[in-house]
């Protein structure tokens, strides 16, 4: 187990990196602590992802903007 003094440095180097490169190992780091992956999860998002997208292009899909989706949630919510 590593002592304070290792994570402490290894805190400090990881610090040093881009914020690409950190990005890069939080992910490694944080995929580390999860379960193994299920390919049947992936590959059910790949293909809602794809249907998503083809949605989008041919226009069977509205895209709101930003203020549009605030307006319409605070609206359900009888929020202002």
Not at 36 to 49: F, M, N, S
Not at 62 to 74: C, G, M, P, V, Y
Request: aromatic share 2%; glycine share 4%.
């Amino acid at each position: 187990m590593p002592t304070d003094n290792t994570l402490e440095r290894l805190r400090s180097q990881a610090l040093q990196l881009s914020e690409q490169e950190r990005s890069e190992l939080a992910h490694s780091l944080i995929q580390s602590l999860d379960a193994p992956a299920d390919d049947g999860v992936e590959a059910a998002w790949d293909i809602e992802i794809a249907r998503r997208i083809a949605e989008i292009d041919s226009g069977q899909a509205k895209l709101l903007s930003r203020e549009e989706f605030r307006q319409k949630i605070q609206a359900r919510l009888g929020t202002r």
